[in-house]
């Protein structure tokens, strides 16, 4: 009698989990691509997504971060799905996270609340702060594309996604508003590309093209864009792609390496002389974020940057700085600002170049700032790239190949934008 109950149970179970998947198909084609629209948030210029989450599917908005670990969202409050589990301690899900702490809730069960589960830790990084949350597992959904049409197709699903339930502490402070988690594309087992690749087969590889504009949306695309998408609207927009290589530090954040900076070709100097003043560094240690909307360098390389950028412009067009920025000018008596160049790897190495509206904020009508931040003496990296610089380009993360790829010439001189890329009306 027994067994028979659990039969119908389980059939039941079953049939509950079909019904509320009917949103998404399952693909007749091979998937190439997934991709996940991404919007930037006007008030702190980060970008983020809604992810397609839980049983019945819906929306949960989430920060974008380059170097997150894994998908974490807060489960405290309205966390209702009919498909989370929470796996056991000591489990292979557990393994996979690579977590080996177990964790005891001892309230009611409820998603984020279980006895005898794994413990993961999450981390805001914009607060840095970390919280220590269940490993959970649940149905997430995303749209595949052929990458030969830019119509989204349809949402496929990873019916046991893993991520943290973390505390709730954790999305107050510092995140776009109502926000409620991280989606980590950093290098860790059960980051979102990782998951994504391993589930449908794609390349370990993801391309961001991040709006500039928060009335339009941008997007990151998993898989193998460079091959999947070359023509686009008759032009090929991979066409000059320059690699240079992929370094994952002990943090798993991805970092490149820059040999020197010009602007407008006057060499600010090369990077190798300010390398011992950063504890752990290596010389031109460069990270790329979308946790910092802006660049951001040590001290000795933002005082000289700031001083050969400023040689570049009339001084009579100088103003007061406005805070957070330090160097700005009056917009009505500048035409053009000059372009950054960053040599990469070697002295002779691919220019990841910089145009000036790459680099400068209107911080007030008339007054337009460099957007680059003093880090102080001893910030995570030498330099940081921030959301700011990655927008409105096509970056290649190849973590096959541990390389990254990016455009020597903008998406705006294709007369493209990152918008323009995928038809976005229904996502």
């Given at each position: ?34 991709v ?60 996979r ?6 964790l ?9 609340c ?107 695309i ?5 091959n ?33 900076i ?24 460069t990270m ?19 001083q050969?950028?400023?040689q ?18 009056n ?8 372009s ?57 993360f ?26 976005f009306?229904?996502?």
């Open positions: 009698m027994a067994s028979i109950l659990h039969y119908f149970l389980a059939l039941s179970l079953s049939c509950s989990f079909l019904f509320f998947l009917s949103d998404s198909v399952t693909p007749t084609k091979p998937i190439n691509l997934v996940l629209p991404v919007q930037n948030d006007g008030s702190t210029g980060l970008h983020w997504a809604n992810l397609q989450k839980r049983t019945p599917l819906m929306q949960v908005p989430v920060l974008v971060d380059l170097n997150g670990n894994h998908l974490w969202v807060n489960c405290e409050q309205q966390y209702s799905s009919k498909t989370y589990q929470a796996p056991f301690c000591h489990s292979t899900q557990c393994s996270a690579n977590t080996h702490q177990c005891s809730c001892p309230a009611a069960s409820r998603p984020g279980h006895k005898n589960t794994c413990g993961l830790m999450s981390t805001n990084p914009i607060t840095q702060q970390t919280g220590l949350g269940e490993l959970g597992e649940d149905v997430l959904a995303i749209h595949a594309t052929q990458g030969s049409t830019q119509q989204l197709g349809p949402l496929v699903t990873v019916p046991q996604f893993l991520f943290s339930c973390a505390p709730s502490f954790l999305v107050q402070k510092g995140l776009p508003r109502n926000t409620q988690g991280v989606a980590g594309l950093g290098h860790a087992p059960i980051s979102l590309p990782n998951q994504l690749a391993s589930h449908f087969g794609l390349q370990r590889q993801f391309t961001t093209c991040l709006s500039r504009y928060p009335t339009s949306k941008g997007a990151i998993f898989g193998d864009a460079p999947n998408m070359r023509q686009f609207q008759n032009q090929d927009i991979f066409h000059d792609l320059a690699f240079t290589p992929l370094t994952i530090t002990l943090q798993g954040e991805y970092n490149v390496r820059v040999n020197s010009r602007i407008n070709q006057h060499s600010v100097f090369p990077l190798n002389k300010i390398s011992s003043t950063i504890v752990g560094s290596t010389s031109g240690g790329i974020s979308t946790s910092t909307p802006h660049m951001v360098l040590q001290q000795s390389v933002y005082q000289a940057f700031t050969v950028f400023a570049q412009l009339p001084k009579q067009a100088q103003v007061k700085s406005v805070a957070p920025f330090g160097l700005c000018f917009s009505n008596k500048i035409n053009a600002y000059p950054v160049d960053l040599v990469m790897d070697k002295p002779n190495g691919p220019v990841w170049r910089i145009s000036g509206e790459d680099l400068m904020v209107q911080a007030q009508p008339g007054v337009t700032c460099l957007g680059v931040m003093n880090g102080g003496m001893q910030p995570r990296a030498e330099i940081t790239l921030g959301a700011r610089q990655l927008e409105e380009n096509l970056v290649v190849d973590l096959a190949r541990s390389r990254v790829g990016f455009s020597t010439s903008s998406l705006h001189s294709h007369g493209v934008k990152c918008a323009d890329l995928f038809n009306a229904n996502a």
